[in-house]
């Protein structure tokens, strides 16, 4: 009898393996679905093979137009890399019947791709609910490809909003899908044709391009004319096959681009790279933003190209970036007015997934999904205080809260304001501003950059945000991905989190013992409210928990913020005025009190 410790563990019905065998490499995975995480799509473990089919079908000998058989030698280091990956999903526990392969546009249009599948077969790698235990590996269709990788995009954004809605690229190897989306209550709407799929990916266009370059001056007329020509036609008749909905047509002030692929990955870290924020505090690709205008500077993207050792731009990737420039010269003339680019993490291995889920999982914002785990007892009433630190309604100058301070902010910041309780004072200020990027929560999927920014710079807050020189610059650099005032209250709520977690020192909250209200100051003779923000706490005089001396050093940090030396902008002029009122009262007259 094998030992327990040598014995394979039981198969765990939440595990899921994928293989996502794709133009440039072969990816494998194991994700948990557990819930409540599921929606984050929690990778236990990755790794990818660069097993190049697309590039072993076009051997720089041949034209780029003459595609060659997969030779064996390739398909042996494939089933080489799945056997090896059948043991690691042994070792993990992942059923048979949820280990899914996914072949793509490489295996598709290749000559003896039914081959490939053959051999994966006869190896007994391909998992899943197949014929006497057989399994099978699914090739993706073009629109089935474009489908579940609009999906993976989905995966990857804050969907909880609604706002989840624009043109969706995936640029691969050798091909590129374009569809578009429109997320609503966790249901995906998109084109009944799915995607279309173009002969554009980052290798393939290479090849093209090489070609054009070398008959730029032996043929008539402007090679590269005509293959930029061509790009734009073939681009405006998709979208025509697409049928672009009126809402999105509409939209004046342009739709949003969601892109994914290693190729768009790629050209979204050089713009990265060179942001005006430098170094960029935030090393994901996923939630990533720029404008239409800075995402269109293909010379100055490729400058940066050239100089190499950039962050997640390999010497293969580098290689391809005119072509990228190439292709996103062609597509923005051809596709309407886009307002934002958003990079996304999300490919064909995150759609898969995503679209396993239930509409309600889906719908989840990834944030709280992310963060529940870490909640303490009393996150719930937690969060119902710091919602009621912020001021209803607007002030005369028309700033309200910004719309990021959200359910999600509230309850996540309550989940983790909590979670560095135990760790030596000189470290809890540079853990907590790490969490979202490093930390615990780096690699919680679909988060955008935003909210990491904001997050990290209320939890640092929360434990008074004491730095060393090089953390205090990475403080600021994460305040500058979000507005000025945005920044301020972040910083604000951090502050009023360090009084609660005073209070509540164990995140329980059983008897109250505080009562916390914000609003607007304002003078009494005109009833006028100004920029500034009047906080009111009301403490029960029994506990010792609440007692003043040891509040009265948190009650003066958040005044502070007040002072214009914290606020923030060009000229120092987003932040708001804070004035804290405190009254004690005794058990009798505080448990009279409502809420």
Not at 247 to 276: D, H, I
Request: net charge neutral.
């Amino acid at each position: 009898m094998p030992s327990p410790l040598t014995s394979p563990p039981p198969p765990n019905p939440s595990l899921h393996a994928l293989v996502d065998l794709g133009s440039n490499g072969l990816r494998t995975s194991i994700t948990s679905l557990s819930p409540p995480t599921s929606r984050c799509l929690p990778t236990l473990y990755l790794s990818r093979h660069p097993i190049s089919l697309y590039s072993a079908q076009f051997p720089p000998s041949s034209s780029p137009q003459t595609r060659q058989p997969i030779p064996s030698a390739v398909i042996d280091q494939v089933v080489s890399a799945l056997r090896r990956f059948k043991a690691i999903c042994e070792d993990f526990g992942v059923p048979e019947g949820n280990v899914h392969v996914l072949a793509t546009e490489a295996t598709r249009a290749a000559e003896n791709g039914a081959e490939v599948v053959r051999r994966i077969k006869e190896e007994g790698l391909g998992w899943g609910p197949g014929a006497e235990g057989q399994g099978v590996v699914r090739v993706l269709g073009k629109e089935e490809e474009g489908r579940v990788g609009a999906m993976g995009i989905v995966s990857s954004l804050s969907c909880g909003s609604g706002e989840v809605e624009g043109v969706v690229m995936d640029l691969g190897g050798g091909s590129t899908q374009i569809s578009w989306m429109i997320m609503e209550e966790g249901k995906v709407r998109m084109s009944d044709v799915g995607a279309v799929s173009l002969p554009y990916g980052a290798a393939a266009l290479t090849r093209r391009l090489e070609e054009a370059k070398r008959h730029q001056s032996s043929e008539g007329g402007d090679p590269l004319a005509k293959l930029a020509q061509e790009i734009q036609d073939n681009f405006r008749e998709a979208l025509s096959k697409l049928c672009l909905p009126t809402e999105l047509q509409a939209k004046s002030n342009g739709v949003t681009l969601y892109l994914s692929g290693g190729g768009f990955r790629g050209w979204g870290y050089l713009l990265m790279s060179s942001s005006e924020i430098s170094p960029y505090p935030i090393p994901i690709i996923n939630g990533f933003r720029v404008t239409r205008e800075a995402f269109a500077q293909v010379t100055a993207v490729q400058e940066v190209a050239q100089q190499g050792g950039i962050f997640r731009v390999s010497k293969r990737r580098a290689e391809q970036v005119p072509a990228v420039a190439f292709l996103i010269q062609n597509v923005l003339k051809a596709l309407p007015a886009v307002k934002e680019i958003r990079f996304c993490q999300g490919g064909v291995r995150e759609g898969y997934l995503f679209s396993l889920l239930d509409e309600c999982t889906r719908c989840q914002h990834p944030l709280v999904a992310a963060t529940n785990q870490y909640a303490p007892d009393g996150a719930e009433k937690i969060a119902s205080l710091l919602r009621r630190v912020v001021p209803t309604g607007k002030n005369v100058d028309e700033d309200g809260l910004p719309d990021c301070f959200d359910e999600a902010f509230f309850n996540a910041l309550a989940s983790t304001m909590y979670v560095h309780s135990g760790q030596p004072k000189e470290s809890t200020s540079i853990t907590a501003l790490h969490l979202t990027t490093t930390g615990i929560l780096a690699s919680a999927h679909g988060i955008s950059h935003e909210d990491r920014a904001l997050l990290a710079l209320a939890l640092c807050e929360r434990w008074d945000a004491e730095l060393p020189p090089q953390e205090a610059d990475l403080f600021q650099r994460l305040g500058q991905v979000v507005s000025p005032l945005e920044q301020w209250w972040a910083r604000y709520l951090g502050r009023v989190a360090a009084l609660i977690g005073t209070v509540y020192p164990a995140g329980r909250v059983g008897r109250r013992r505080i009562v916390m209200k914000g609003d607007w100051g304002a003078d009494k003779a005109s009833s006028k409210r100004y920029h500034s923000v009047e906080l009111l706490l009301i403490l029960s005089g029994s506990e010792v928990l609440t007692n003043e001396d040891v509040l009265t050093p948190l009650i003066e940090d958040i005044e502070k913020m007040g002072k214009k030396k914290n606020w923030f902008g060009a000229g120092g002029d987003k932040g708001l005025k804070v004035k804290v009122n405190c009254e004690t009262l005794s058990r009798e007259k505080f448990e009279e009190l409502k809420d």
